[in-house]
């Protein structure tokens, strides 16, 4: 699977929308991108994915460059249980074993 | 969405002594479902992957005989930590896979003293 790269930190006004790069700039034509987050001391829950159309569903969208070697997560009204960390992977199917990175930690600030 | 649970959710146990952790898909079937270990400050690393009906598939650096897996039915694999260590000390988390997602338990912490 191809590695993606992420900030380490990112801080969000509440109410503002937060905005998550990620490169993924070895990514093959058919791969995936998708984002999971982790609150403290949970399973990581699932966000979004897609494949090089933007995609949006209740949780959040997810915005894909043309070559498709980077994307950007965006909540679009951060609140406070926003507050995880977010990861991006690159994966050919959903349903088979993920490689974790170290994410953005991102904090929503009251 | 899907559910997976995780039992116990946290335990404490002397050094030497074997500990099961429990991961069950609850209102789905799961086929293959996997193993992932977090220290803290850290990110998830891929222990295995538990194959129901057969044996499991252990990423490299994870031994075999000390992480035992059984994937015994369609919802419930389990995960024995033999003669657990203070170093074995960590957060557990399963997953298992349903269409393009998966669905992650809310993890086992583990201590050993």
């Known amino acids: 699977d191809a590695k993606t790269t992420q900030p380490p930190s990112m801080d969000c006004a509440e109410g503002r929308a937060a905005n998550l790069p990620c490169n993924h700039s070895t990514i093959s034509g058919n791969e995936y991108v998708y984002w999971y987050r982790q609150i403290h001391s949970q399973g990581p829950q699932y966000i979004i994915h897609?494949?090089?159309n933007n995609e949006t569903n209740e949780m959040a969208s997810l915005i894909i460059t043309e070559d498709r070697k980077s994307s950007t997560l965006i909540l679009p009204h951060a609140t406070l249980r926003d507050t995880a960390v977010y990861y991006c992977?690159?994966?050919?199917?959903?349903?088979?074993?993920?490689?974790f990175g170290t994410g953005t930690r991102l904090t929503i600030i009251p | 969405g899907a559910v997976v649970s995780q039992h116990p959710s946290r335990v404490i146990c002397k050094s030497g002594t074997s500990v099961k952790i429990e991961c069950r898909s609850l209102?789905?079937?799961?086929?293959?479902m996997f193993w992932y270990r977090q220290f803290p400050k850290q990110s998830l690393m891929l222990m295995a992957t538990s194959n129901e009906g057969s044996k499991a598939t252990y990423e490299q650096g994870v031994e075999k005989d000390k992480f035992l897996i059984n994937h015994a039915s369609l919802t419930l694999s389990t995960l024995t930590v033999t003669s657990a260590h203070p170093e074995d000390s960590s957060f557990y988390i399963c997953?298992?896979?349903?269409?393009?997602?998966?669905?992650f338990g809310p993890g086992t912490r583990l201590t050993v003293l």
């Open positions: 997953s298992a896979p349903q269409y393009n997602e998966q669905f």
């Open positions: 992977i690159v994966s050919r199917f959903g349903n088979e074993k993920l490689t």
């Open positions: 897609g494949l090089k």
């Open positions: 209102d789905f079937q799961a086929t293959t």
